[in-house]
C-alpha cells in the first residue's frame, strides 16, 4: 500500500535484527547518524527514531537479515492506531465492531492484525493507542463518537463477558485431558450442552478421551464449549479447518442462531463459509508483520468481492497488485494418459470402522483431489499409500518413492527452518527454488526461526514445501489448507498445479476447500459412507461427475458469483437449488 513521506512508521522484526552476526550496516549507512543524530542506535536490536527518521529506506536494504521495514502511511491514519507491540513493532489501525443480532466477519491475510484486534475486543489485550501505555480514559478518547465506545466502557469495567474459540485446536489436548463429555459439562453455563452436541454432530465423540479426537471432532468440541458458556460476546477464531463441507455448514447454522441472541464475530479464510454465515464483513489488509488496517464494515457480499478483486472502493486502496481470479472453466482432463501406478481394490479394518477402496490408478503430471466427509478414511487411504499403515491383506504395493505430508503437522525438533529444509534437499538455495517456493510461500523471512517457534500457518507452509522438496515420483499432502489465508491458498494451489505438470509429477491432496480443490485438481475421488463406521474409497473421475456425486450425497449447490466468478453456496431449496438439483448439476452450472 503506497503512502505519502508525511507520516512513516519504522518496524524492526525482532526475530530476524541480529546486530551480533552483522556490522550494523543500518546504524552505519544511515545519513542521519552520519550528520551525527541518533537516529537507529543498537539495544539489543536495532531501535529506529521515527521522528528522525527520513524515510530514505537505505537501512532497509542494507540490513542483511531484511529485519527493518519503513512504511510511509496516509497522514489520514494518525491518531488511529489501536495497539503497538512495543518501540518499532507491529502497528494495528482500527478494530472491527461487534454489531446485536449479527455475524461480523473479519477477512484479511495472516499477519495483519486479525487476531490482536480479537484479543482486545475479548479483554486479553489493553490497546495502548500506539504508545508505551495508554489510560482507559485516553482510549475511550480516540474511540469517542464510534460505535465501539460503550463496549470499551463496559469492557474496561469488566462487565463484558466474553466466550473465544482460539484458532489452534491442536492445542487442546495439551491443556485439558479426560472426556470430552466432562469438559462440555464444565463450562455449560446455559444447559444446551445435549441441543449443542446434537446440532454438531458430537453424539458420538463426547464420550472418548480429548487426546483421541480427530481434528475435525476437536474443532467441533472447542465451537461448542465456546457456545455453551454464558456470553455477552463471542469471537471464533477460524471454525472451518478440519470439518468437512457439510459439517461446516452444520457449524455455520449454530453459530447463526447464537447471533439472533447475542453479537458474534468470525475470523474465517473459507470463503464460502464466510459468505453464508456472515451479515457484515471488515477487511484487514497492510504488511504483513508490520502494520495492519481494519476497515469500515462492508455488506458481506461487497467486502469479499472487494477483497479479491484487491481494491476497496471506500477506502480507495489497492491492497493487491492482481486479484484473486475464479476461472469459470469446463473441468480439464488429465494432461497425461500414461498411468504411473495402478492399485487394486482393499480393504483396511479397524475396531468399529472399516474402509472399502475400488481398484484405480494415478497418472503422471496430474493432481487429483480427495473429498468427501471426515471419517470416511480419506487419511487412513492416504496411510496406507504412504507406507504408514498396511492394508488387511497387504496387498498394496506400489513400489515408487512417496513424499507424504500429513494431516496434523507438528514441529518434533527444535532447529531453523532454513537448517530444516536444507537437510532435505541442499538445492533449496538455489534461484529456481527461490522463484518458485520461496518467495511465493513467503518463507525467506522464517529461515532463521526454530521451527517449534513457528505459528501453525507458518508450519503449515513448511510443511507443503518440505514435502516437495522431496525426490518422490507419488506426493500426498493432507489438508495443506489448514491455517492458511485466502491468498496463502491461492498460492499453494498455484505452486502445486506448476510443481505436477513442470516436473511430471503426481500429486494427491485431500482438503475441504471447495475452492483450492476447484483450483488444483484434474481428477477427484470421492470418498462415501457411514463417517465413523464405513468408508467407500471410489476411484478417480473426472471433475464434473465427482463434484456431483460429493456434493449430491451432501445435498448442497453452489452458483457463481456475477462479480468475481467465485463460487457461492445456494440457499437451501433456494430457486437455483432446486434448479440445479433437477438437473444434476451441483457446482459446474453455467
Known amino acids: 500500500m503506497g503512502g505519502t513521506s508525511g507520516y512513516r512508521i519504522a518496524v524492526v522484526n525482532r526475530d530476524k535484527c541480529k546486530p551480533k552476526k552483522c556490522s550494523q550496516e543500518c546504524v552505519k ?16 536490536i536495532a531501535v529506529i527514531s521515527e521522528e528522525l527518521c527520513v524515510g530514505c529506506g537505505i537501512c532497509v536494504k542494507k540490513c542483511p537479515f531484511g529485519a527493518i521495514s519503513i512504511v510511509g502511511l496516509p497522514h489520514e491514519l494518525e491518531g488511529k492506531e489501536v495497539h503497538r507491540y512495543g518501540i518499532n513493532g507491529f502497528m494495528l489501525y482500527n478494530l472491527p465492531i461487534p454489531k446485536k443480532g449479527s455475524v461480523v466477519g473479519l477477512l484479511g491475510a495472516n499477519g495483519t492484525g486479525k487476531s490482536t484486534a480479537v484479543r482486545i475486543l475479548s479483554g486479553q489485550l489493553k490497546p495502548n493507542l500506539g504508545k508505551g501505555e495508554a489510560s482507559w480514559e485516553e482510549v475511550f478518547e480516540r474511540f469517542a463518537g464510534t460505535e465501539l465506545l460503550d463496549y470499551l466502557k463496559q469492557l474496561s469495567e469488566g462487565n463484558v463477558r466474553v466466550s473465544v474459540k482460539p484458532q489452534y485446536i491442536e492445542a487442546i489436548p495439551k491443556v485439558y485431558s479426560g472426556k470430552a463429555r466432562d469438559l462440555l459439562a464444565k463450562v455449560d453455563e446455559l444447559g444446551i450442552m445435549d441441543e449443542i452436541v446434537e446440532k454438531l454432530g458430537l453424539r458420538n465423540s463426547i464420550n472418548r478421551e480429548i ?110 497488485e492482481k486479484p484473486i481470479e475464479f476461472e469459470v472453466f469446463m473441468p480439464r482432463d488429465s494432461t497425461s494418459e500414461k498411468a504411473l501406478i495402478e492399485y487394486p481394490s482393499f480393504r483396511k479394518s479397524f475396531e468399529g470402522f472399516t474402509l472399502t477402496a475400488e481398484a484405480g490408478e ?185 463434484m456431483n456425486l460429493f456434493l449430491g450425497n451432501l445435498g448442497i449447490t453452489f452458483r457463481r458469483d456475477e462479480e468475481t466468478k467465485r463460487p457461492r453456496v445456494n440457499k437451501l431449496n433456494s430457486r437455483l437449488d432446486r434448479e440445479q438439483k433437477a438437473k444434476g448439476e451441483y457446482y459446474y452450472y453455467f
Open 362 to 546: 494415478f497418472r503422471e503430471a496430474e493432481v487429483i483431489g480427495v473429498v468427501g466427509p471426515n471419517a470416511t478414511g480419506k487419511s487412513t487411504f492416504v496411510k496406507i499409500l504412504a507406507g504408514v499403515l498396511k492394508d488387511d491383506d497387504e496387498k498394496v504395493e506400489l513400489n515408487v518413492k512417496v513424499s507424504y505430508k500429513p494431516q496434523y503437522v507438528k514441529a518434533d525438533v527444535s532447529m531453523p527452518v532454513g537448517a530444516f529444509l536444507r537437510s532435505i534437499n541442499p538445492a533449496i538455495d538455489s534461484s529456481y527454488h527461490k522463484t518458485e517456493f520461496i518467495r511465493p510461500l513467503r518463507l525467506e523471512d522464517l529461515f532463521e526461526r526454530q521451527l517449534d517457534e513457528l505459528s501453525g500457518g507458518e508450519l503449515q507452509r513448511v510443511a507443503i514445501l518440505a514435502c516437495l522438496l522431496r525426490d518422490a515420483d507419488l506426493y500426498l499432502l493432507d489438508e495443506p489448507s489448514a491455517h492458511l489465508d485466502v491468498e496463502q491458498r491461492t498460492e499453494v494451489a498455484r505452486i502445486i498445479r506448476r510443481f505436477a505438470l513442470n516436473n511430471s509429477k503426481t500429486v494427491l491432496v485431500v482438503d475441504h476447500d471447495i475452492y483450492l480443490i476447484d483450483m488444483i485438481s484434474d481428477r477427484l475421488m470421492v470418498f462415501q459412507g457411514e463417517p465413523g463406521k464405513k468408508g467407500i474409497a471410489r476411484k478417480p473421475m473426472d471433475m464434473r461427475n465427482g
Open 211 to 320: 487426546n483421541e479426537l480427530s481434528g475435525g471432532e476437536l474443532q467441533r468440541l472447542a465451537i461448542a464449549a465456546c457456545l455453551l458458556k454464558d456470553a455477552d460476546f463471542y469471537f471464533l477464531d477460524e471454525v472451518t479447518s478440519y470439518l468437512d463441507i457439510y459439517q461446516r455448514t452444520e457449524v455455520a447454522k449454530v453459530i447463526r442462531e447464537k447471533a439472533e441472541k447475542k453479537p458474534v464475530l468470525i475470523v474465517e479464510h473459507d470463503i464460502a463459509i464466510l459468505d453464508m454465515l456472515a451479515d457484515y464483513v471488515h477487511i484487514s489488509y497492510g504488511e504483513p508483520g508490520v502494520y495492519g488496517i481494519i476497515t469500515v464494515a462492508k455488506g458481506v457480499r461487497v467486502g469479499i468481492n472487494q477483497y479479491l478483486r484487491g481494491y476497496l472502493a471506500e477506502e480507495n486502496i489497492r491492497i493487491r
Open 29 to 44: 549507512y544511515c545519513p542521519r547518524v552520519r550528520t551525527g543524530d541518533e537516529t537507529i542506535v543498537i539495544d539489543e
